[in-house]
C-alpha cells in the first residue's frame, strides 16, 4: 500500500540536525541528551502523549570543548531532559579537558633493555597519566580494565576509598549557599558528596580514558553493588548506552560471611562497554575443564572424545519433520513442536559420517556427536556468570599471590584468571602488539595476564599500569613484608612473574622496562 502523501517536503534543517547529532553522538556521547517535546502543536503530538527526541547538551558540548556556548532555543527545547546529574559534574566535565604542563620522569636506572622496552608502569595521579598517555596512545589502546574505589566509606588497602569531604569543603568546591550545602551533606551515607565525590572522580577518569581506546576497543570496570548503578549511568553518558554490552557478574567467593547483617555478597559485577559496538568483536573462551572432564570416547571414534547433544531444535520447518529409523528398527518423529537439527539428506550424511549418537544400545532417543576438538577450537559462547570453579575467587588471587611473592602483600586481589577471561573477551591480537591499560593497578593483576598469555602463546601484547604511590597500612601485610607504598608491591610482583616466567621457560634473560618494568621472552 503506497504511503499517504503529506504535502509538505522534509524539513531539511530538522534532518541536517539529526545528522550532526549522530555524529556527536559517536564523537561525545555525554552531548546527546533526551528531552520532551513541546507537543502544543497538533503535527507533533501523537494521541495527547508526551514526545521525546534527542537534542544537543550545548554545556556538556561546551565544557568538552573549552568553549562557552548557549543557544536560545535550548532551555525551552530541553524541558525534562533525561540524564543523571550531581555536585560538581560540570567542573569534573571541565577537568576532563584542561590541559596541564607536566612530563614523565623516565627511571632508566632501574630498567634494563630501555631502549626496546614496550611495557610501562607510571607512578602518580591517574588523571595526569591519562592526559599525558594521550600524546602518544589516543586511539591505539584495545582493552582498558579498571578496579577503582568501590566508595564503601571504609578505608581499604591502596587507596583510601571513601570520597566525602567535609561540610566546608564541599561547600567551597562547589560554590554552594549555606542552606544548600547543609541540605547535601546532612549524612554521611546518604548525602550529595557522598556520592557526588566518587562520581566526579571517575567521570573525568573515564572522559579522558574514552579518548585512548581504539575504534574496535574495549573497557571492563569492576564495582560492587555501592556504585554499580551510578558508574552504569556515568557509563551509559561517557561512553553511550548503545556501546554497552554486559553487567558481568563475578562470583568472588563461595564462603558466605556469618557475621553479615542482613545478605552476604559473594559477587562483584564487571561493567563491559565498547568503544564503537560495530567495530567490535567479541573473543570466544575456550571451553572451562570442568567440561572438558565431561567428554568421553565410548566406541574409540578416531576423532576422540565426545559427548551427545539433542538431535531437535525448537524451530518448527517442515521439511526437518521426518521419521528416523533407530538400529533396533523403531521409528522415532521429532519431539511435539519441534524438529530435527538438520534435513533428511544432511541427516543421512550425518549418519554416514558417524555423528548421529542413538541412546539406550539403539533404541532411545536420537542425539549428534559433539567433538570435543571442534569445540576447542570453537571455544563456547561467552556468558554474563562468572562462576568461582571457572575464574577463581578473592581467596584463590590470594594465595597465588602469596606463593609467587613469598609473602602475604595483598588481601583481597583479583584472581589472575579473571583478567585471563576478560583478555580474550577483548579479542587481543596475540601478535599484533595490542595494548592493555589498567590505570588503577593495585597489585598488577593485569600485568601478570598479560605477561603470561604471552608466555603461553609466544605474543607481544603490552601493558601500560597506572598506580598512586599510596603508603602501606603501618600494621598491613605489605609494610611487614617491607613495602613502603602500593607502586613497590606492584613492580615487585612484575619482576617476580617475569622471574617465575623465565624459570620455566629456560630463558636466561630477563628484560625490564623503562622504569616501568616490562618482560621479553629472549
Keep these: 500500500m503506497p504511503k499517504k502523501i503529506s504535502g509538505k517536503s522534509v524539513d531539511g534543517a530538522q534532518q541536517n540536525f539529526e545528522h550532526v547529532v549522530d555524529f556527536l553522538a559517536q564523537l561525545f556521547p555525554s552531548c546527546v541528551i533526551e528531552k520532551s517535546v513541546d507537543t502544543s502543536d497538533a503535527s507533533q503530538s501523537d494521541n495527547g502523549q508526551p514526545q521525546y527526541a534527542r537534542d544537543i547538551d550545548w554545556q556538556a558540548l561546551g565544557n568538552m570543548i573549552g568553549k562557552t556556548l548557549s543557544c536560545e532555543e535550548n532551555e525551552p527545547l530541553r524541558r525534562e531532559p533525561f540524564g543523571f546529574c550531581w555536585a560538581g559534574k560540570n567542573e569534573a566535565a571541565r577537568e576532563a579537558t584542561r590541559s596541564i604542563s607536566m612530563a614523565l620522569r623516565p627511571c632508566p636506572e632501574v630498567s634494563e633493555d630501555w631502549d626496546h622496552t614496550s611495557n610501562l608502569y607510571l607512578e602518580g595521579d591517574n588523571l595526569q597519566a591519562l592526559k599525558l598517555l594521550q600524546g602518544s596512545y589516543l586511539g591505539k589502546v584495545k582493552m582498558i580494565y579498571i578496579d577503582p574505589p568501590y566508595n564503601t566509606g571504609k578505608d581499604t588497602f591502596g587507596y583510601v576509598d571513601d570520597f566525602a569531604q567535609s561540610r566546608e569543603e564541599f561547600a567551597k568546591a562547589y560554590l554552594l549557599d549555606e542552606e544548600t550545602g547543609a541540605r547535601l551533606i546532612s549524612s554521611k551515607a546518604g548525602s550529595g558528596r557522598y556520592h557526588s565525590q566518587w562520581c566526579s572522580m571517575m567521570y573525568s577518569r573515564l572522559q579522558v580514558a574514552r579518548s585512548l581506546l581504539h575504534r574496535d576497543g574495549v573497557i571492563f570496570i569492576s564495582i560492587d553493588d555501592y556504585e554499580a548503578h551510578h558508574l552504569r549511568a556515568i557509563c551509559d553518558e561517557v561512553f553511550g548506552e548503545y556501546n554497552f554490552i554486559a553487567q558481568l557478574v563475578w562470583q568472588r567467593t563461595t564462603a558466605p560471611k556469618n557475621d553479615a547483617k542482613y545478605i552476604s555478597n559473594s559477587h562483584d559485577y564487571i561493567l563491559m562497554y565498547a568503544r564503537d559496538l560495530a567495530s567490535f568483536t567479541i573473543g570466544r573462551p575456550p571451553l572451562p575443564q570442568r567440561i572438558v572432564d565431561t567428554y568421553t570416547n565410548p566406541d574409540n571414534d578416531p576423532r576422540g572424545p565426545w559427548k551427545p547433544d539433542n538431535f531437535s531444535v525448537k524451530t518448527r520447518n517442515v521439511s526437518c519433520v521426518y521419521p528416523i529409523t533407530t538400529p533396533t528398527g523403531k521409528q522415532v518423529y521429532p519431539p511435539e513442536g519441534r524438529a530435527w537439527l538438520v534435513s533428511k539428506e544432511r541427516y543421512q550424511e550425518y549418519l554416514a559420517d558417524n555423528r548421529i549418537y542413538f541412546a539406550k544400545d539403539g533404541d532411545g532417543s536420537v542425539g549428534v556427536k559433539r567433538f570435543l576438538s571442534e569445540r576447542k577450537r570453537d571455544g563456547i559462547t561467552p556468558t554474563s556468570l562468572l562462576l568461582a570453579e571457572d575464574i577463581g575467587t578473592n581467596a584463590d588471587a590470594a594465595k597465588a599471590l602469596k606463593e609467587l611473592m613469598q609473602a602475604s602483600v595483598f588481601t583481597g586481589p ?70 613502603k607504598n602500593l607502586c613497590e608491591v606492584g613492580k615487585a610482583r612484575i619482576r617476580a612473574v617475569a622471574k617465575d616466567i623465565a624459570s620455566k621457560c629456560g630463558c636466561t634473560k630477563i628484560v625490564h622496562g623503562g622504569g616501568y618494568e616490562g618482560f621479553r621472552q629472549i
Excluded at 598488577?444 to 603490552?462: F, I, L, S
Aim: aromatic share 6%; charged share 20%.
Design 414 to 483: 583479583k584472581p589472575v584468571s579473571l583478567l585471563r577471561h576478560l583478555l580474550t573477551l577483548s579479542n587481543l591480537n596475540p601478535h599484533g602488539g595490542d595494548i592493555v591499560l589498567d590505570f588503577f593497578s593495585g597489585s598488577a593483576t593485569t600485568a601478570e595476564a598479560v605477561m603470561r598469555a604471552n608466555a603461553e602463546d609466544g605474543g607481544n601484547r603490552r601493558f601500560i599500569l597506572v598506580q598512586l604511590p599510596e603508603p602501606c597500612e603501618e600494621d598491613g601485610t605489605a609494610a611487614a613484608a617491607g613495602f
